[in-house]
């Protein structure tokens, strides 16, 4: 079975400054995908980030950034510059290639994270 | 387009009424996914659907839980004898065909659909 786990259930972080979310899964797959989605409060979740465990290349979007260590099974979640709108919580997901049941994603339990003024 | 919608967002029911959720996926995305998920936690995988086919079901489907995809385009998914524990926020998401480096494995979500078992 393939378990993501995300060990921070809360976090704060004040505005401009940088936040780091922590996510390490389980899997004997070579081959994945790894993602963070955000849940705003009482809002749809959107994706974040991706990443594809055969790119060595850490995956960057504006001021979120992955540092993805595989052999560590490690997938965390950099914030820079933090803003207000980035009080969410924070979901951690890993699919692997095609299966039966599409590409449906694991989640962790999630980190919920506010920014303050 | 304006992305996934669900209806109804929030429903509010007896113990034992049925109830039903309807998703309608991006029009040209051929995958449609229903998560449940509960208070503190990850959304938990149901079911998939490629095209009207419903390839596969979690064992958190119990046989009170059905779904469709008829027309391979809106997706129900019916709740029946409902029970407190079915209490969830019901999340639709759809994804374009294709293989995961093509954003096959890119899932977009809709707002979800709240549901209150009294």
């Known amino acids: 079975a393939q378990t993501v786990t995300q060990s921070q259930p809360e976090m704060s972080v004040q505005e401009a400054e940088t936040v780091t979310l922590s996510c390490t899964y389980d899997?004997?797959?070579?081959?994945?995908?790894l993602f963070w989605y955000k849940q705003p409060p009482s809002r749809q979740m959107i994706l974040v980030i991706r990443?594809?465990?055969?790119?060595?290349q850490n995956a960057t979007e504006n001021r979120f950034s992955v540092n993805f260590q595989k052999a560590a099974k490690s997938f965390s979640l950099k914030i820079s510059d933090s803003q207000l709108g980035d009080t969410a919580m924070y979901f951690c997901?890993?699919?692997?290639?095609?299966?039966?049941?599409?590409?449906?994603?694991?989640f962790g339990k999630g980190t919920s994270l506010l920014v303050t003024p | 387009d304006t992305g996934v919608s669900q209806d109804p967002r929030h429903k509010i029911t007896k113990r034992g009424q049925n109830v039903t959720f309807r998703c309608d996926p991006i029009?040209?995305?051929?995958?449609l996914y229903w998560y449940r998920q509960t208070l503190g936690q990850g959304p938990e995988f149901l079911t998939y659907?490629?095209?009207?086919?419903?390839?596969?079901k979690s064992r958190l489907l119990s046989d009170r839980f059905s779904a469709e995809r008829p027309k391979g385009s809106f997706s129900t998914l019916e709740i029946q004898r409902t029970e407190q524990g079915d209490s969830a926020m019901y999340l639709c998401?759809?994804?374009?065909?294709?293989?995961?480096?093509?954003?096959?494995?890119?899932?977009?979500f809709g707002a979800g659909s709240r549901l209150t078992v009294l």
């Open positions: 990443q594809e465990a055969y790119k060595q």
């Open positions: 029009s040209e995305h051929n995958r």
């Open positions: 899997t004997s797959e070579n081959n994945y995908y």
């Open positions: 659907f490629q095209n009207e086919a419903q390839l596969e």
């Open positions: 998401a759809s994804s374009p065909s294709g293989r995961g480096r093509s954003g096959a494995n890119v899932l977009t």
């Open positions: 997901a890993f699919t692997t290639l095609e299966t039966n049941s599409g590409y449906a994603l694991n």
